[in-house]
């Protein structure tokens, strides 16, 4: 069953990963073992990672956190099966209700309103484009976003691809709680459902610490 992972880079990122040493993750890897578990006879084509480049100055680590993404991202790319899709984070000033009980419409204060823009809407479309097109007989979203939910009802309703979803959820065999609850509205729209990765089946899918690329290697960072 031909198949391609979908995968929301920071919301694997923030709800399963940074809190833990492997944030070195062979995407390829992980997906594989776990994709051929819930449905076997499986064969996983591709894997299209959706991200931005986050900004040092709103890093608690600063440059360093830009610069062990950057180096992920680089060893990523040698991996012909892994496509990267970037988009951006913008940073505006807004307006927002004070947190007082009860909430007073009248009582605001400024904060900087931090916003990942353009990767869930090509994570969407993308894969709503190679279902339709027939590129897969199976696609597997890897995220904890309800948002996702219209692009999985409409593959359903548009094409016979099946889909799975891989809530990036830490639970069963020692994985981390990241505090969040499974998405209930994905699971509806979805063929199977993993609701977690554990944190052995992320540490048997690392990266070698040295990534060769075309010029230096790829090293991963001191603090990962």
């Known amino acids: ?27 390829e890897a992980l997906l ?7 449905a076997p ?4 084509l591709r894997v299209k990672y959706f991200t931005s480049p986050i900004k040092g100055s709103l890093s608690r680590r600063g440059q360093a956190s830009t610069n062990a993404q950057a180096e992920y991202i680089r060893a990523l790319r040698e991996n012909p099966r892994i496509a990267i899709t970037e988009g951006r984070f913008s ?11 009860p909430p007073n419409i009248g009582d605001r204060v400024k904060i900087w309103r931090i916003e990942e823009k353009e990767t869930d809407v090509s994570l969407a479309v993308t894969m709503y484009r190679d279902a339709r097109a027939a590129l897969v007989d ?30 990036p959820l830490g639970g ?3 994985g ?9 509205t994905l699971a ?13 089946e992320l540490a048997a899918a690392q990266l070698p610490s040295r990534v060769q690329t075309a010029r230096r290697p790829a090293c991963r960072p001191s603090h990962w």
Request: with cysteine.
């Open 176 to 184: 981390t709680k990241s505090g969040r609850r499974p998405s209930a």
């Open 138 to 167: 199976q696609v597997v979203l890897v995220s904890n976003d309800s948002d996702m939910v219209p692009a999985l009802r409409t593959i359903r309703d548009d094409t016979d691809v099946r889909v799975g979803v891989i809530l």
């Open 188 to 200: 509806a729209h979805a063929d199977w459902v993993r609701e977690s990765i554990s944190q052995e």
């Open 1 to 27: 069953m031909r198949t391609i992972a979908y995968v929301d880079g920071h919301n694997l990122y923030f709800n399963c990963l940074k809190k833990t040493q492997y944030k070195w993750l062979d995407l």
């Open 91 to 101: 940073v505006e000033s807004a307006q927002a209700l004070r947190h007082v009980t």
């Open 41 to 44: 006879g499986s064969e996983l």
């Open 172 to 174: 069963p065999l020692g």
């Open 32 to 38: 594989t073992t776990m994709i051929a578990g819930a």
